[in-house]
């Protein structure tokens, strides 16, 4: 019995001398990788482990959806790396999820910017960090400090067709200050919206003109 209990205890002894990298010679990449990845947190690492599990395949399976070595989504599961968001779309999309982004401080969801936001007049859309504000009917560059006829039918032209002309302070203190006054706008407002703030504001320049003249009378 003495013997046994000795023999045992040699036996501890050397497993315990066994050292973690002596124990991986058997072990699979993925088991490695797994082993370095430590404790794993949210975000991206978290987001592709959760995917991975949902679609219940291994590195390799998804590194092969992907066409992509298995090194790599080893490397965004330990966060050394990060895919692009063209291949956290696809990420989505094969595990028929979504993501939504909250406010820290409030926890509200907030919502990517909408498609339909108002664009230039060759397409192209504003930056992302500018407030449009509307600044009347859109004229022509050269003709805006003009008062000729040409400039006119450009104006009236623009009324009729809901043209309205946007600006956007490059300046950042008239960006702030223009914030304090008004807000800050949580998007970029369609065109239909921009068309309906100018005829209301033309609306009302009738208006005040009408009760000037009656004044005057």
């Excluded at 219940?56 to 590194?63: E, K, T």
């Excluded at 966060?79 to 909250?102: E, I, K």
């Excluded at 339909?116 to 407030?131: F, K, L, W």
């Amino acid at each position: 019995m003495d013997h046994e209990t000795d023999e045992q205890v040699a036996r501890e002894a050397t497993a315990s001398e066994v050292s973690p990298w002596d124990s991986m010679v058997n072990w699979t990449q993925e088991e490695r990788d797994y082993w370095f990845m430590g404790p794993f947190d949210g975000g991206i690492p978290g987001m592709v482990r959760r995917i991975r599990r949902i679609l219940d395949v291994s590195q390799r399976g998804l590194a092969a959806l992907l066409d992509v070595s298995q090194s790599v989504v080893a490397r965004w599961e330990t966060g050394r790396t990060s895919p692009r968001m063209s291949v956290v779309q696809r990420l989505l999309r094969m595990a028929r999820v979504g993501m939504t982004f909250h406010d820290e401080e409030t926890g509200e969801p907030v919502g990517p910017m909408r498609a339909d936001g108002a664009t230039t007049h060759a397409g192209s859309r504003y930056p992302a960090h500018a407030d449009l504000r509307v600044a009347g009917w859109w004229v022509p560059r050269r003709l805006r400090n003009m008062t000729s006829i040409e400039a006119f039918r450009w104006w009236d032209r623009s009324m009729r067709v809901g043209d309205p002309a946007m600006r956007y302070r490059r300046s950042p203190f008239w960006k702030q200050l223009e914030r304090e006054l008004y807000g800050t706008p949580d998007d970029h407002p369609a065109l239909h919206q921009f068309v309906a703030e100018m005829r209301y504001i033309d609306e009302r320049r009738e208006d005040r003109n009408r009760a000037r003249q009656g004044r005057a009378a």
